[in-house]
């Protein structure tokens, strides 16, 4: 059991640009879920899949995020033509049971 | 009705003493009330996990006091010690296991 990771872990970009995240769940997690977070915020909830399905997204979750987990297993996040307000850390978490277990994050800047 | 408050926003505890963070919620379709520990940099790690079942979960030195009645828990350090300076959440969701409800958070600062 590895833990959750995510890849880039920091990513600077210029704004219009797209960019894309990944996450590895801990194997055999069939729950996968990503949030954002602000400075001095609490992770606000993006999306999340049980195995291949996306099951809830959020308003959040404007027409230039898209999310997949193409075989159950690994996700990935695009954020298309990306903004300034899309500067955050974006937290994957992945579960079996109800309780999530969350990854290093990856920091986004959007100049 | 999907909000957690969080309080205090910081708190600020001498090596020793006992730090406590509150936390209310509204929906009373929550049965699971998780406290994860950050670090900058770093994603949440979950500290301790209580479902309403119970009064008290005591893990080492957190404890978790639930008050069913009253739609809160609190968060308990003993003996707070300066490696336990970290910002800590509060959050909630339905056991079936969807998206988790994050309060607003708590940095606190142990001094040694």
């Known amino acids: 059991d590895t833990g959750v990771s995510q890849n880039p872990r920091h990513k600077i970009t210029k704004r219009g640009q797209n960019v894309t995240f990944r996450c590895d769940p801990i194997s055999e997690h069939n729950r996968l879920y990503w949030y954002r977070q602000t400075l001095g915020q609490g992770p606000e909830f993006l999306t999340y899949?049980?195995?291949?399905?996306?099951?809830?997204k959020s308003r959040l979750l404007s027409d230039r995020f898209s999310a997949e987990r193409p075989k159950g297993s690994f996700s990935t996040l695009e954020i298309q033509r990306t903004e300034q307000g899309d500067s955050a850390m974006y937290l994957c978490a992945s579960s079996s049971t109800g309780t999530q277990y969350f990854g290093p994050g990856t920091r986004l800047l959007v100049l | 009705q999907q909000q957690v408050k969080q309080s205090p926003q910081s708190l600020i505890v001498q090596k020793g003493g006992i730090s406590i963070i509150n936390c209310a919620y509204e929906n009373t379709a929550f049965d699971y009330f998780p406290w994860y520990q950050q670090f900058p940099g770093k994603g949440p790690a979950l500290l301790i996990a209580?479902?309403?079942?119970?009064s008290e979960k005591k893990e080492g030195r957190f404890t978790i006091s639930f008050n069913k009645s009253a739609k809160q828990f609190s968060l308990h350090i003993m003996d707070s010690q300066p490696g336990d300076s970290a910002t800590y959440f509060c959050?909630?969701?339905?056991?079936?296991?969807?998206?988790?409800?994050f309060g607003q958070g708590t940095e606190l600062s142990v001094k040694p």
């Open positions: 209580i479902r309403p079942d119970v």
């Open positions: 959050a909630a969701n339905d056991y079936q296991g969807g998206k988790l409800i």
């Open positions: 899949f049980q195995n291949e399905a996306q099951l809830e």
